[in-house]
T-cell receptor
Framework: ETGVTQSPTHLIKTRGQQVTLRCSSQ?????VSWYQQALGQGPQFIFQ???????GRGNFPPRFSGLQFPNYSSELNVNALELDDSALYLC?????????????FGPGTRLTVL | KNEVEQSPQNLTAQEGEFITINCSYS?????LHWLQQHPGGGIVSLFM???GKKKHGRLIATINIQEKHSSLHITASHPRDSAVYIC???????????FGTGTRLTIIP
């Protein structure tokens, strides 16, 4: 196990609703990245948070937003859910301070939008 | 065009065979993750490397920086190695991972 946890493991929502996904980083890590993985596809980078600030964003609309807290846990919020938002959402934590920083993944939250 | 290209997309082999999965990447990517994903979704980091070779048990990863190419090898493959293997490039400075499309490996007993 990596020490990165995510909640909930599964979630079903309807179109137009809002959802909050949570990630608890591995101890000592200060950076968290969020990824969306649609069925049969590779993960796509949503955004990254470092020291509570967004530090890079992929090609996702503003209705995808996030937070990182002082304890380095993180939330991913998605507003106005669409059917295409159905996917596995993965967070990964790492420690920024060295050269290349290995990312450790959580088990994911599977979101289904009906 | 994806910055990270993997081959093959699918690979089926007999138990005990030597397995090689290849990954090519573009300029701007300075290190690679090799990841394993089992059905159900959880991703496990196998290796992160920016040069040379790393070995862990039956798994070996190599990277050639000049050729921008990396390989993941599995020796004495076993059915429990069946999974999707993904290489992901790291853009130094922004920490963003760019993922390959994955290789679905099936090891038949």
């Amino acid at each position: 196990e990596t020490g990165v946890t995510q909640s909930p493991t599964h979630l079903i929502k309807t179109r137009g609703q809002q959802v909050t996904l949570r990630c608890s980083s591995q101890s000592g890590h200060n950076t968290v990245s969020w990824y969306q993985q649609a069925l049969g596809q590779g993960p796509q980078f949503i955004f990254q948070y470092y020291r509570e600030e967004e530090n890079g964003r992929g090609n996702f609309p503003p209705r995808f937003s996030g937070l990182q807290f002082p304890n380095y846990s993180s939330e991913l919020n998605v507003n106005a859910l669409e059917l295409d938002d159905s996917a596995l959402y993965l967070c990964a934590s790492s420690y920024r301070g060295g050269s290349y920083n290995e990312q450790f993944f959580g088990p994911g939250t599977r979101l289904t939008v009906l | 065009k994806n910055e990270v290209e993997q081959s093959p997309q699918n690979l089926t082999a007999q138990e005990g065979e030597f397995i090689t999965i290849n990954c090519s990447y573009s300029v701007g990517i300075s290190a690679l993750h090799w990841l394993q994903q089992h059905p159900g979704g959880g991703i496990v980091s196998l290796f992160m490397l920016s040069s040379g070779k790393k070995k862990h048990g039956r798994l070996i990863a190599t990277i050639n920086i000049q050729e921008k190419h990396s390989s993941l090898h599995i020796t004495a493959s076993h059915p429990r190695d069946s999974a999707v293997y993904i290489c992901a490039g790291i853009n130094f400075g922004n920490e963003k991972l760019t993922f390959g499309t994955g290789t679905r490996l099936t090891i038949i007993p």
